[in-house]
């Protein structure tokens, strides 16, 4: 049975338990385990919104739609294997690891989008993506101009690097 770690409003899917826990984190195999986590609905909609795919909410209805929502959602997410005890790959729940996954989503994502999701300083976005994720990862990262501003995503070619 596939486990799913959140950390913040970052959730990775593991097909066993990684060793190491930590205590700002949380770990539900069932939507049941949600359910009663004790979850805001607050935390369950930023949850969401960070989810690659999910059209942004500002709340739900209820918690019940939450946790069904939530769980759907969840079996989505392709499953990360499961991280060696001192590896120096990438962290799950890293603030790389979640602009990554901003830039995953199919629409992409725009500089104050991830500045906010962040709370970081624009320019601070653009020399993540122009060092961290171009040069060092190796990412193509693909930017396109539409009617409501530069939307920034990774290609579909090359979004599994390393």
């Known amino acids: 049975m596939t486990l799913y770690i959140i950390r913040d409003d970052t959730v990775t899917a593991y097909p066993s338990a990684p060793a190491r826990a930590s ?82 989503r199919p629409e992409g994502a725009t500089i104050d989008e991830i500045a906010s999701a962040m709370g970081w300083q624009r320019h601070t976005v653009r020399g993540l993506i122009s060092g961290a994720l171009k040069k060092r990862l190796g990412l193509d990262i693909v930017s396109e101009r539409t009617d409501r501003g530069r939307f920034y995503r990774i290609s579909e070619g090359r979004s599994a690097a390393r």
Do not use: C, H, Y
């Open 23 to 104: 205590e700002d984190e949380l770990r539900v195999r069932s939507a049941k385990e949600i359910e009663t986590s004790g979850l805001s609905n607050a935390q369950m909609a930023a949850i969401w919104n960070a989810l690659p795919g999910t059209t942004p909410v500002a709340k739900f209805k209820d918690r019940k739609t939450a946790v069904q929502r939530l769980w759907a959602a969840f079996s989505q997410l392709s499953v990360a294997s499961a991280p060696a005890g001192g590896s120096a790959g990438r962290r799950a729940g890293s603030k790389q690891a979640r602009v990554i996954g901003l830039l995953q």
